[in-house]
């Protein structure tokens, strides 16, 4: 029997699972949750409300993160990529940012914004941050002079240009790295709220720990954390097939 | 006597396209290169130039000075008499290779310039150029959907959309297959011959360069010069077997030193 191509990772899947099961059923000492725990666990988060309450929590929080990094730093990117010198001047600045993790920064940010929601948005902010930056310069670095040139000749005033060559010139690009610092986003929330806040899916994991070891719970919430990253990503992956975008993922 | 009737290049007939002294000098690592040297010209309007020269002389280096992407580090460009500072949608630069917009539809693409426009008008004017360059039945068909050929007439469609004086093409056809290349220099002709405006070909294709232009003009290797300008006086449509052709061919062969010699 042959097995249509996309049901092959879910079989896979599910013999994982089914193996999981086993080795923990054949082990009572238990150093991991069942599957059918961990879906216990997800269905005592749902009874009490908690899950939803969480998932909301820290996409509220990623999303502003991410949003406030992605409205500052591609126009900043962009700009600096365009004026060499301007890039020059800031590329030690950046050179030096760049490598320290956001984790990093969570003293400094609990120390400004104490324990909430706002700490937790500036460390997913920092995040994001450099990696757009970074993505925005490189990206105009890289448009074809062909583009420049041919919107050059039209006579387009420098807001024109700036919204019908320079954008969709670098569009697919920063589609890419918008897909990959959300990733980075998503990574930097769930440690940010182990810290930082008294709710999400980051809180979760931590406070099923401290409060009395329901290692069900931990292993629910980071299945939830990996599915929702997967669903993230899958949203910004359907973005590089919008049709003005596509001819930057195709050999031409 | 020679039949070939050679033009010098400074004619002092007051041209719609000028270009006096031109020289560019390229500072690179300290040293200095010079590339374009002493160049003028004078193009009539509505004329037909193709410009030919070893590879690597500088004929791109001409095209973007006076297409005004680039300034000349001595001489000036002038077109109806004024100074030519900058890029202008009067004179539009057709490119030998993905100079349309990928993110564009084609109708997108051609109506790219129109933008000041009303929308029936802008409507209007692609249409009629869809039709000229006979793309027909790709109006919402991506570039990346286009072959290279009809990239390239979608790019000359742009260009005269926005009612260009001046066209000038830097080897468009260069990355062509030779049957679309052929096809595309009778496709040229016959815009040339309805819209009638001033076109400025660069080519590296001596065969090209005859059946195309009204003249030739010849660039020498690096500094370039210019080294002769040949009339092509053989009217269209040019019969590419005719002794006439096949004279003026090896008389421009003999410019650039390829000549047989038996």
Redesign the interface.
Known sequence: MRLPVQLRPVLFIVVLLVFWQIAVSSHPGQLLPGPWGVVLGIADLIRHGLLLKYVVASLFRVTWGFALAAILAIPLGLTLGWYRRGEMAFYPLLQIFRPISPLAWIPIAILWFGVGDLAAIFLIFVGCFFPLLLTAMSAVHNIPTVYINAGRNFGLSTADFVSRVLYPAVGPQLIVGMRITLGIAWLVVVAAEMIAVNSGLGFLIIDARNAGNRYDLVVAGMVIIGTIGLLLDFGMRSLERVKSFRWGYSED | MSLTEVVIASRPVEGKLRAEHLGMVFERDGTSMSVLEDITLDVADGEFICLVGPSGCGKSTLLNAL?G?VAPTSGTVTVDGEVVA????R???V?Q???V????TVEGNIG??L?EMSRTERKKRIAHYVQMVRLQGFENS???DLSGGMKQRLQVARALA?NPDILYLDEPFGALDSITRVIMRGELLRIWQTERRTIFFVTHDIDEAVQLADRVVVLSSRPARVQDVLSIDIPHPRNISSPRYLQLRDDLLKQIGLAYTP
């Open positions: 297409a992407f900058g890029p202008d949608p004179r539009i630069l490119f290779e993905r100079g917009f990928p993110w564009l790219f310039g933008s991506y570039p990346s926005v």
